[in-house]
């Protein structure tokens, strides 16, 4: 079974839009990633954010975590065509060895 | 630096027969996770090995196993294949010395298994 849960499972929107989708996991954590993966493609790795952390930026993303609800948040600003791809979710959890990654949020922007 | 690297990267079987997939983890790199990704059960974790120890296992048959060599690079098997076995087979490789916890991930580009 999987930790996390992605909300949208799709979004369509405008480029110069932002781009927010939610992430909800079941169990305790110490960190949770955030991914990109082109279609057929091998997962990138976008930002990490420790379960003491509340907040991070890394460029035009923006990722949020609420460990109190279990949640975590990604808004990418001002998207282009090339964000187009799908985002993973991704706990890591304590005492596990192993990283658990939720369904998914495919991401279509048009130009 | 080399990034992962899967082999083969596509492959056709027919259900019955095995197979091995092979991962070139980043230099320095000790350890090895595999996933399993299909259209309807997204990503699922296989295994994961550091220093040639196998440290965690999915919910998979005994069909699915494993092993890591001296030198880091990781093998996945399949035996007895089912038609439910196609899909996208994922190596990601870590530091994997952050205790317990893991950290990034670097993915090779997988292996695509289509089984007829």
């Known amino acids: 079974s999987q930790q996390g849960e992605e909300d949208p499972q799709a979004l369509s929107i405008q480029e110069g839009e932002n781009a927010t989708m939610n992430c909800s996991y079941k169990t305790s954590i110490n960190n949770l990633q955030w991914y990109r993966q082109n279609s057929g493609r091998g997962l990138v790795h976008l930002i990490l954010i420790r379960s003491n952390e509340r907040e991070k930026h890394s460029g035009r993303l923006r990722v949020t975590l609420d460990t109190s609800k279990k949640s975590s948040s990604l808004l990418i600003t001002a998207s282009r065509a090339a964000d187009t791809a799908s985002y993973f979710c991704?706990?890591?959890?304590?005492?596990?060895?192993?990283?658990?990654f939720g369904a998914g949020t495919r991401l279509f922007v048009k130009a | 630096k080399a990034g992962v690297t899967q082999t083969p990267r596509y492959l056709i079987k027919t259900r019955g027969q095995q197979v091995t997939l092979s991962c070139s983890p980043i230099s320095g790199h000790r350890s090895v996770s595999w996933y399993q990704q299909t259209p309807g059960q997204g990503l699922q974790f296989l295994f994961e090995?550091?220093?040639?120890?196998?440290?965690n296992k999915g919910n998979f048959p005994g069909r699915f196993s494993g092993r890591q060599f001296s030198n880091s690079r990781s093998e996945m098997n399949v035996s007895t294949l089912e038609l439910g076995d196609s899909a996208l087979y994922l190596c990601?490789?870590?530091?994997?010395?952050?205790?317990?916890?893991?950290?990034?991930?670097?993915f090779g580009e997988g292996s695509r298994l289509t089984v007829l």
């Open positions: 090995y550091f220093s040639e120890t196998q440290r």
């Open positions: 991704a706990t890591g959890n304590t005492g596990g060895f192993k990283t658990i």
């Open positions: 990601a490789s870590s530091r994997g010395d952050g205790g317990a916890a893991t950290g990034e991930l670097f």
